[in-house]
């Protein structure tokens, strides 16, 4: 009303026993007053929808629905490799794994089919980590992410991602299955079993490529 306020979700002291687990009373006051016997509860809002379902909590990361329907957490501090700190959001499910005999391009090492249950879901990378990531924690920690290399695989003349050429937002290539595990634990990670890779990469329609 006017100037006043209400303070509310406060402990209200009757006299006989301070801030009870009640409502604070109603009664109006200017903003800038102060009482001895009134408390203040505070709310947080609840994960939001997206695609049907409710976006779970990530401490320390904004929450937001992407544009494919899922919910996306982004590193709020965009500078440098943190710009990069992305995470989606991959709920339970099931999904059948392997390639279908019927499928251009399969594959025995692709069978047999089979159905795979996810009881909850889990987080995995937007992006493949990148150059600038794993700069990071090489720079953080030289013996947990140690120096990469094409040297077994020359990547058809690409060669090794690196910022001095000009690649820090390209996925670090070069990576041993040891430095993989490395700089996923740096990032609070882990690398995805083969069949969350599957499951993230085909979803339950199974698509062959991401596009369809």
């Not at 013996?143 to 000009?166: E, I």
């Amino acid at each position: 009303i006017g100037s006043l306020r209400t303070m509310r979700g406060g402990g209200f002291d009757t006299g006989a026993v301070t801030t009870q687990l009640r409502s604070s009373g109603r009664g109006e006051s200017t903003p800038s007053a102060r009482a001895a016997n009134i408390g203040v509860r505070c709310v947080r809002e609840l994960p939001f929808p997206c695609g049907g379902l409710t976006c779970p909590v990530l401490g320390g990361y904004k929450a937001s629905c992407n544009t494919q329907g899922h919910c996306e957490y982004a590193n709020p501090d965009t500078t440098d490799w943190k710009h990069d700190d992305v995470w989606i959001h991959v709920p339970a499910g099931s999904f059948t794994m392997g390639s279908p005999t019927s499928e251009t391009g399969h594959t025995a090492d692709e069978e047999p089919n089979h159905l795979v249950v996810f009881s909850s879901g889990y987080l995995i990378g937007k992006y493949e980590v990148t150059v600038a990531e794993y700069g990071a924690c090489n720079a953080a920690s030289p013996a947990t992410c140690t120096a990469v290399g094409t040297t077994d695989y020359p990547a058809d003349g690409w060669g090794t991602n690196t910022t001095t050429n000009g690649r820090a937002s390209h996925p670090q290539n070069g990576l041993t299955w040891s430095q993989a595990g490395a700089v996923c634990s740096w990032l609070g990670g882990r690398r995805p079993s083969e069949a969350e890779w599957e499951y993230a990469a085909s979803g339950q329609a199974h698509r062959k490529y991401p596009w369809g």
